[in-house]
């Protein structure tokens, strides 16, 4: 301890304490010169990586698209009427087919041939009208059957390269011709001169085989050579990449590679020590002035050893300053090292404090940032879980819904008294009541397929206008106006009500407290379809009085995740599923707006039918007595409302509770006509998973599926449906249908 302290007391020359003082000022900008001459290259060579992929995928789409254009030449010369009778062509015909592709390929290099697997047919590099060798029989040759494009081969005749275009004359399937267009190595090479290439790049084009096509420098004069053995290797691994190596020159290049779907391979490079990149001037004479004043200042140290006192104090003070983060100011001290060191101490407290405030605001930036993507996340997982929620709710509910169905039908099949009828029909409306708000629950949850329908909207606008009553709310007065000469309309209806709500919601956002909305139907004006494929249509709109929306919102409202509102109160996908469900049933939508008088969101949609409703026409109840019935249904009290219901039409039944259990009951050898099975069951297999073995193992069994949803599995349409809850008349025909159509030996969708 007492060692320690008389080392600590110990006196110290002023030289050791200048050359001390020098080096902690100035190594940590040595340091931070350095630093800045790594990122210097490194960035640098990430450019230049960036700037030989962008050159690279440029010309790739520029080949890809002149292959494009001669690929659709020769596919329209393959769609010619004339060869409708290939391969057996009458001269005359031939001719005048040479003479049509001579005209195709005004402007084009190269050739084109047409031949069978032993016969050329075309080629016309001879004279007009000239045939090749009165049809003499040629080399036998492999025809494509596919369009592709060939690899350089040396032509012996002409002593060239060319590469070729093949397109397939198909004929049941199979090709009988192949049309072969010419492709000369100079038109790919033009192509490459036209991007005015830097001098010192490489730029080239390689075929299938790793041989040159084209090339810069040196045009095509390299054409047919094969690239060098590392490279062709890289190609067979990679697709794509960043290489290093030697160019034909003999010089250090790297380049960037990219391999087409055609097997072809487009490359730039440029050379190494540019790609690497060069210090900049600036930078490297900053870190020879940093190093030369790290001499100077140890030399003046050395040099100076009396008679800076006050000096090195004021320094001390400086470092101090810059050591609690706060800007210091040089002040002479009398001594020019001295002066250059505080000089260059202010400098670096003020890049300090620049660096540190910059640093603050992109960390403040990093955590804004964060919490958003944090907050969308969180909202997202809650829509989706309350989807799977949905989804599962809808099922159950539906499952409530069948016992209290089928239980009402039961009873109704058992009484005459009116009391009773009267309370049980009460209770069956209400069952459908309750049926169509599973539907917009399963819509929700994702759950409700797509499937179009005639649609009259004298029937379908005033039940759905209850639901666009609950969506606006009853502050709002909601106005129905339909026309009741108006023709049908072929839509989803599921997407149409939806396509209303949204425009509802849209509506009530847009009313501050109490306002009215309309929904109105009307035939379209001539205008309204001028765009469109079908010229009547019939207009469906919703009208608001609120706030309006302005002439620059106006624009974008109908795209994807666009929205005014905040991004936890909605998704911006409400007007553009309107928007596509109106093109794809061949409409349009259109909007209308004035800033502080409301909005108008008219759907034009292709009318296709008679204006008078058409009635389902009632039909006698099919009998299915003595019909075996397998019912296949987890839920206990749905399973013996459904049997008893089954019962009371004279039917057999058999009840089981999983799918295992019901491949046991068909084991025993007990014969069935039917087997009825719900969809969604617990364990490993679903009723879709074992309609399927029955429908393998036993081919003569029906087999029908029940469910609270239509898209609870995969593969459910291969099978007759039916929803829950339903009619007793639907099960019944339901199951008839199936059973006839199994007889008749039809597969039942």
């Not at 004043?293 to 030399?299: D, E, N, V």
């Not at 998704?571 to 108008?600: A, D, E």
Request: aromatic content about 4%.
């Amino acid at each position: 301890m007492n060692r320690w302290v008389r080392l600590r007391l110990r006196p110290q020359s002023i030289r050791s304490r200048l050359i001390l003082l020098v080096l902690a000022v100035l190594l940590p900008s040595l340091v931070v010169g350095l630093w800045v001459v790594g990122l210097t290259f490194r960035l640098a060579r990430d450019t230049n990586q960036r700037h030989l992929e962008d050159t690279a995928r440029a010309l790739s789409m520029v080949l890809d698209l002149e292959l494009a254009k001669r690929s659709g030449v020769v596919r329209s010369l393959a769609l010619s009427r004339m060869l409708d009778t290939a391969p057996n062509i009458p001269p005359t015909t031939l001719r005048a087919f040479d003479e049509q592709a001579r005209r195709t390929l005004t402007g084009l290099e190269g050739w084109l041939e047409m031949r069978s697997a032993d016969r050329v047919y075309i080629n016309t590099r001879l004279t007009p009208g000239e045939l090749p060798r009165s049809l003499a029989p040629a080399a036998m040759v492999r025809l494509a059957d596919t369009p592709q494009i060939l690899p350089l081969r040396e032509n012996e005749h002409l002593g060239i390269y060319h590469a070729a275009l093949v397109q397939p004359v198909l004929r049941d399937g199979r090709a009988v011709l192949n049309l072969t267009l010419t492709v000369m190595p100079h038109e790919f090479q033009r192509i490459i001169d036209q991007q005015k290439i830097d001098q010192q790049w490489v730029a080239a084009i390689i075929d299938s085989e790793g041989r040159l096509v084209a090339r810069h420098p040196g045009g095509a004069a390299h054409a047919g050579r094969h690239v060098t053995g590392e490279l062709l290797d890289r190609l067979s691994a990679d697709r794509e990449g960043l290489l290093q190596t030697k160019s034909m020159e003999g010089d250090d290049i790297t380049i960037f590679f990219s391999t087409s779907e055609q097997g072809w391979t487009y490359v730039t490079g440029m050379p190494t020590s540019r790609f690497e990149g060069v210090v900049p001037e600036d930078v490297r004479n900053t870190a020879l002035a940093t190093l030369l004043m790290l001499a100077l200042a140890i030399i003046a140290a050395i040099g100076v050893s009396r008679g800076i006192v006050r000096p090195i104090h004021t320094i001390k003070k400086l470092a101090v300053g810059m050591r609690d983060g706060r800007a210091v100011q040089a002040s002479p001290t009398g001594i020019t090292e001295c002066d250059d060191v505080a000089e260059a101490m202010e400098r670096a407290s003020r890049s300090i404090q620049g660096a540190q405030v910059e640093m603050e605001q992109r960390v403040a930036e990093a955590v804004s940032l964060t919490r958003n993507a944090e907050q969308r996340m969180s909202h997202s997982h809650r829509l989706e879980a309350l989807g799977r929620l949905t989804g599962g709710v809808a099922h159950d509910f539906n499952n409530l819904l069948g016992v209290i169905s089928n239980s009402a039908h039961l009873m109704l099949r058992k009484t005459s008294d009116p009391t009773f009828t009267a309370a049980l029909e009460s209770s069956l409306r209400a069952v459908e009541a309750g049926s169509r708000l599973t539907q917009h629950l399963s819509r929700f949850a994702g759950r409700q397929s797509v499937r179009p329908c005639v649609i009259h909207l004298g029937i379908f606008l005033p039940e759905a206008a209850e639901l666009i009553r609950a969506v606006v709310g009853r502050h709002i007065k909601l106005t129905l106006v339909i026309d009741p000469s108006l023709p049908t309309l072929f839509a989803d209806p599921n997407e149409l009500e939806l396509a209303l709500i949204n425009l509802a919601l849209n509506a009530r956002d847009a009313i501050a407290n109490q306002g009215h909305v309309e929904l109105r139907t009307s035939r379209a004006e001539p205008e309204d379809c001028a765009e469109l494929a079908q010229e009547d249509c019939v207009v469906v709109s919703v009208t608001d009085d609120g706030h309006g929306i302005g002439e620059d919102i106006i624009k974008r409202v109908f795209e994807p995740f666009f929205s005014t509102k905040d991004h936890l109160q909605a998704t911006g996908l409400g007007l553009s599923q309107v928007y596509g469900f109106c093109h794809q049933s061949g409409g349009t939508v259109r909007i209308n707006s004035t800033p502080g008088l409301g909005t108008t969101v008219s759907m034009v949609l292709p009318a296709s039918g008679p204006t008078e409703p058409v009635m389902p026409s009632r039909t006698s109840l099919p009998s299915i007595m003595g019909t075996r019935v397998l019912l296949v249904e987890d839920n206990e009290e749905l399973r013996g409302v459904t049997s008893a219901l089954l019962a009371s039409f004279g039917c057999e039944v058999v009840c089981s509770s999983s799918p295992q259990e019901a491949l046991d009951i068909l084991q025993t050898g007990r014969d069935f006509d039917v087997m009825l099975t719900d969809v969604l069951m617990p364990g490993p297999m679903d009723g879709v998973a074992l309609a399927r073995q029955v429908r393998e193992r036993m081919p003569g069994l029906a087999v029908v599926l029940i469910s609270g949803h239509r898209g609870d599995a995969e593969g459910r349409d291969d099978f007759p449906f039916v929803p829950k809850p339903c009619t007793p008349e639907t099960l019944v025909a339901t199951l008839d249908k199936a059973m006839a159509l199994q007889r008749e030996g039809c597969t039942p969708l």
